[in-house]
Nanobody, 124 residues
């Protein structure tokens, strides 16, 4: 098991940047595939990005490709989401998630471990 805590959210104007962090507890962080999801009010939680155990491979939702970058530092038990060129439609609560196996990395139901989320608000 792993405990996840997100941070770094806030209010930013369209076109701005934020860097989200996810701190993990435990001694097996490097065994987890990590993902970021977001959820806007009244909408389902949606896939944003994922990263392999070593950090060598990344996956992104089409809506964030070229703007967001997921990374991880296994020595620090942390995963990050660098968000650039933010748009109002990026406004949501962003969640860090973890899973041990990998297949359909964009499916939220396949991630058993979740953080509590951090709010990102992008003004127009």
């Amino acid at each position: 098991q792993v405990q996840l805590v997100e941070s770094g959210g806030g209010l930013v104007q369209a076109g701005g940047s934020l860097r989200l962090s996810c701190a993990a507890s435990g001694h097996t962080f490097s065994t987890y595939i990590m993902g970021w999801f977001h959820q806007a009010p009244g909408k389902e939680r949606e896939f944003v990005a994922a990263i392999s155990r070593s950090g060598a491979t990344t996956w992104y939702a089409d809506s964030v490709k070229g703007r967001f970058t997921i990374s991880r530092d296994n020595a620090k038990n942390a995963v990050y989401l660098q968000m650039n060129s933010l748009k109002p439609e990026d406004t949501a609560v962003y969640y860090c998630a973890a899973r041990l196996d990998g297949s359909r990395l964009d499916v939220k139901e396949t991630y058993p471990y979740w953080g509590q989320g951090t709010q990102v608000t992008v003004s127009s």
